[in-house]
T-cell receptor, first 110, second 111 residues
Framework: SQTIHQWPATLVQPVGSPLSLECTVE??????LYWYRQAAGRGLQLLFY??????ISSEVPQNLSASRPQDRQFILSSKKLLLSDSGFYLC?????????FGSGTRLTVV | QKEVEQNSGPLSVPEGAIASLNCTYS??????FFWYRQYSGKSPELIMF????GDKEDGRFTAQLNKASQYVSLLIRDSQPSDSATYLC???????????FGTGTRLTIIP
């Protein structure tokens, strides 16, 4: 069966520090992968999606970037975090029936 | 105009009653419709999806779609305290796997 792993679960980072969040998928090949952010009390905002290795589409201009170095690996990065980057970051892949989400990373920028 | 709109709630429903959650969408090209449940601090999990007009039932859950009126709803029968969560409506268009989410409705089941 397909599973999606996301880590770390929680992260507290100072303003200006770098960020790297990782997501991996098992049990499927060539998945479409997505990074979403959910700010406190707000909806899910699509940040990036990828249809294959090295193929990244950005939905929202910001200081974040994404990379897909392997078929089932999707990484979200930042060189310098801002306070506004705080939120709940979710990785997802599309199966036959909608998205399956990872367990999420709660990022607090202090 | 928001693409997918939901009443943010909170919606309070007595235990055992029917909870009715509604969602409207703006793009008539929307083809697939999904309901996700999100417990506080957790990631969303898929409850139901619906593609065709009418009702689709799965256990205590019924999704209803009316493309002419551009709304989709979720009914939860015999509501339980464990149904207390935020329910997210999501929509995608033909040929586009990207989902657009509403902001969610917070549902509280009162014992």
């Amino acid at each position: 069966s397909q599973t999606i792993h996301q880590w770390p679960a929680t992260l507290v980072q100072p303003v200006g520090s770098p960020l790297s969040l990782e997501c991996t998928v098992e049990g499927t090949s060539n998945p479409n992968l997505y990074w979403y952010r959910q700010a406190a009390g707000r909806g899910l905002q699509l940040l990036f999606y990828s249809v294959g290795i090295g193929q990244i589409s950005s939905e929202v201009p910001q200081n974040l970037s994404a990379s897909r170095p392997q078929d089932r690996q999707f990484i979200l990065s930042s060189k310098k975090l801002l306070l506004s980057d705080s939120g709940f970051y979710l990785c997802a892949w599309t199966g036959m029936y909608g998205y399956t989400f990872g367990s999420g990373t709660r990022l607090t920028v202090v | 105009q928001k693409e997918v709109e939901q009443n943010s709630g909170p919606l309070s429903v007595p235990e055992g009653a029917i909870a009715s959650l509604n969602c409207t969408y703006s793009d008539r090209g929307s083809q697939s419709f999904f309901w996700y449940r999100q417990y506080s601090g957790k990631s969303p999990e898929l409850i139901m999806f619906i593609y065709s007009n009418g009702d689709k039932e799965d256990g205590r859950f019924t999704a209803q779609l009316n493309k002419a009126s551009q709304y989709v709803s979720l009914l939860i029968r015999d509501s339980q305290p464990s149904d207390s969560a935020t329910y997210l409506c999501a929509v995608n268009m033909f040929g586009n796997e990207k989902l657009t989410f509403g902001t969610g409705t917070r549902l509280t089941i009162i014992p």
